[in-house]
Structures are given as C-alpha cells and as structure tokens.
C-alpha cells in the first residue's frame, strides 16, 4: 500500500482551501444544529471555493470535461438545499452525472498505468474488498427496493458505478504509487461513505449521526475530487509522467 506521510509533507494551505474549511465547517454545524440560515449561507460557497482552488492550480489551464462534473455537482448540491423532496430526483440526476466523468478519468487513468507496469490481482485484499463492495451493493439496492421504480433505477445507477470506481481505484492503490491514485482513493471512498449513509439516514432520519457522516463525507469529497484533478493536471503540465511520482 502507499504510504501516504511524504505526500502530506508537501501540503501547503491557500486562501481558497481555508474559505472552503471554514464553510464546511460552518456547514456540518448548521447541520448539527438544524440551522437553515447557515446552510443556506455556506453550502453554495464550499463547490466554488475549492474549484477556484484548482483552477489556480493549473494556471487556468481547465479541463472542460471536470469542470462540467463540478458545475453538475454544484447544481445537484443547490436544487437539494432549496428543497430535497420538490427536487430530489432532479438533484439526484446531477449529482449522478459526475460519477460517469469521475469513472471515465479513473479509467483513463488505469490505461495509462496498464502501459507503464502490470497490474497483480493474486492478492488476498483485492477479493475481500471486491466481495464486500459487491454485499454492499446489493445489500442497499434491496433497503431501496420500495422506492418508485425510477428512483430505485437511479440508486441502482449510483451503486454500479460506485462498484465500478471502487473496483479499478483498489487495482491502481495496489498496483501503483502515487499522489493522484492516493487521492483517488480519498475521493471513491468519500463517495462510498457519503451514499452509503445517505441510504441510512433516509433509511432512519431521526438518527443525527448518520446525517452527520453522510454530509461531512459528502463534502470532503468535493475536495478529493479537486485535489485528485489537481495533480492528475500537473502531472500533464509539467512531464511529471512517472508511475512514482
């Protein structure tokens, strides 16, 4: 597995990522206490904030492709905060779209790292984890199964592709080294938590603590997306190429 301490000597904090902790911050609070006016004041900074962030980072060089992703995020993020039950399915058609770009950069990345090194699969994690992304799968498709026929349709696009990345994104953390494929793994496993207790708390909303997981992996994974795009450019930029890097 990687080991992930050298990568974090290098962090340095800007401006952009700061506002972006400090409304998340400012967002799980108004969560925790129920708070629509703080929610509604700092949820719609958190997207932009950490994408402005990026587009520093690449020197405005943008990917069009990403940053399409992040503005369905985005909108996916509002119609939810102005009112989850009038735009639940729209809301959840935007933030499905992004996974499609997110499992095709994954991809992209893979084929890439294919040519460069063989991959091993004869590892005894590599099953485990498949075998319990595959329980889960089914496991929350079937606490689904009572919603309307295109909504579960939607839970089940949302469990395959999650599958999918979760899949390909363990094949490159242990098969290669390096901060992007980190950050991959970072992100997937935002998702996975965040949809995974998303399921739950609708499942039991009285409970907080699921609420809590669910949103604050939710947008932290905004910030793995954005980190992993990060380095995923400048190993482009700079003819930073190599497997270890």
Excluded at 119 to 129: A, G, P, V, W
Excluded at 225 to 232: D, H, P, T
């Amino acid at each position: 597995f990687i080991n992930i301490r050298p990568y974090f000597k290098l962090l340095v904090i800007t401006d952009n990522q700061i506002l972006y902790f400090i409304a998340f911050i400012l967002y799980v609070i108004a969560v925790l206490i129920d708070s629509d006016n703080l929610e509604l004041f700092s949820k719609p900074i958190i997207i932009p904030s950490i994408y402005y962030f990026y587009y520093i980072s690449v020197r405005g060089k943008i990917d069009y492709l990403f940053s399409l992703s992040v503005l369905s995020f985005f909108i996916g993020e509002i119609l939810h905060l102005i009112s989850r039950e009038e735009f639940n399915v729209s809301g959840l058609v935007f933030l499905l779209i992004p996974y499609f770009i997110v499992l095709y950069f994954i991809f992209q990345d893979l084929v890439y790292y294919l040519k460069k090194k063989k991959i091993k699969l004869n590892t005894f994690s590599f099953y485990i984890i498949v075998m319990l992304l595959v329980y889960l799968f089914f496991n929350v498709l079937m606490m689904m199964i009572e919603e309307n026929s295109f909504e579960f349709f939607i839970y089940s696009l949302y469990g395959i592709l999650l599958l999918l990345m979760g899949v390909l994104s363990f094949v490159m953390l242990i098969n290669y080294n390096n901060r992007t494929i980190l950050y991959t793994g970072f992100m997937v496993g935002c998702f996975l938590l965040s949809d995974l207790f998303f399921v739950f708390s609708k499942k039991i909303p009285d409970l907080l603590a699921l609420k809590m997981i669910n949103v604050t992996a939710q947008e932290l994974s905004f910030f793995c997306y954005i980190s992993y795009f990060v380095y995923r450019t400048k190993f482009k930029l700079y003819g930073k190429r190599d497997i270890q890097d």
